[in-house]
């Protein structure tokens, strides 16, 4: 694990390496605001308590971010001490925000309420103001951020590792593998959670029915009867939507392994072909590096764009 290198600092800053690494894991995805990082190192003193965590690969910036959990363990071959940590947009999840009715609200403002001030670093999306928007109840920053862009912009934007908000990736970059230049690759169609049709529950007590064109190109023949959260009452179409995105996003899925630690950006477009499973433009929407006693390792999730583009 030479090219990699990782340093703690505790509350006052002070720096220390972790040279006697064993094993660690770096996962990042459109699903979540924040990077996870995940270690295991023999050698920490104990009582040693981490405020925050670094890594680097070859040099380059990999992950920072705060002390999740640390632990401490004893065995018959020694003692190790596991870290697990998340970078600074995880106070979007954390942090709960203040149930409120806003009016007039734009969304610059939104940035500057709910955004930056928890760790977001900018946005490359320009939006407009919404007459009225209600922040209920047990929503965290990320929840109502997501549901001004779904209202105001008509789509859910996702972070990137700059911690940039943004809507889309670097599509125009597309990397392919042919047989030989991965360990595995695996191909998944699951129908069994897509929605073709849902009725949708009206203010008037009467069930709109909305048709999703993506599952039924897959054949998909559910259907559902939905009633969706107080928030979105006004929103049938685009409470729809949602619903529709969340159960088959997995719908049509690609894992991908390497051999090695190899860096790529959310976004990019992915080819693969075999001699019996070919695949072209599923986007790359999760990446993890790892490594342990088995060797280094490069996973990357691949999904089809348009299963989120509704």
Avoid at 145 to 155: D, E, N, T
Avoid at 176 to 186: K, N, V
Avoid at 211 to 225: G, K, P
């Amino acid at each position: 694990m030479s090219a990699l290198t990782v340093v703690t600092r505790d509350s006052g800053g002070a720096a220390q390496e972790l040279k006697e690494l064993t094993s660690f894991r770096w996962s990042f995805s459109k699903d979540s605001p924040c990077a996870y990082w995940e270690c295991a190192a023999s050698g920490v003193p104990r009582g040693s308590w981490v405020h925050r965590l670094e890594a680097a690969l070859n040099g380059s910036p990999l992950f920072s971010g705060r002390m999740d959990t640390q632990v401490w363990e004893q065995g018959q071959t020694g003692s190790r001490c596991r870290l697990t940590a998340r970078s600074g947009t995880a106070a979007l999840l954390d942090n709960e925000a203040a149930p409120m009715v806003y009016q007039n609200y734009s969304f610059q403002q939104l940035l500057f309420d709910h955004g930056y001030p928890y760790g977001l670093a900018g946005s490359a999306l320009s939006g407009g103001t919404l007459n009225q928007i209600t922040c209920a109840k047990g929503m965290s920053h990320w929840d109502f951020l997501q549901f001004y862009c779904r209202l105001q912009l008509g789509y859910l934007p996702w972070v990137n590792e700059e911690g940039t908000l943004v809507r889309q990736g670097d599509s125009g970059t597309e990397h392919s593998f042919s047989a030989g230049e991965y360990q595995s690759f695996a191909l998944t169609l699951d129908r069994t959670r897509m929605i073709s049709r849902l009725y949708v529950l009206d203010d008037a007590g009467q069930y709109r029915p909305v048709s999703n064109t993506f599952a039924q190109s897959f054949l998909a023949e559910r259907t559902e009867y939905y009633a969706p959260p107080g928030r979105w009452s006004q929103n049938l179409t685009q409470a729809a939507g949602n619903r529709f995105r969340e159960r088959q996003l997995d719908c049509f899925t690609g894992q991908l392994v390497l051999s090695g630690l190899h860096r790529f950006r959310l976004g990019q477009r992915v080819s693969v072909s075999g001699r019996d499973i070919s695949v072209s433009g599923l986007e790359l929407t999760g990446i993890v590096l790892e490594g342990d006693e088995s060797g280094l390792r490069t996973r990357l999730t691949l999904s089809d764009p348009a299963a989120g583009n509704i």
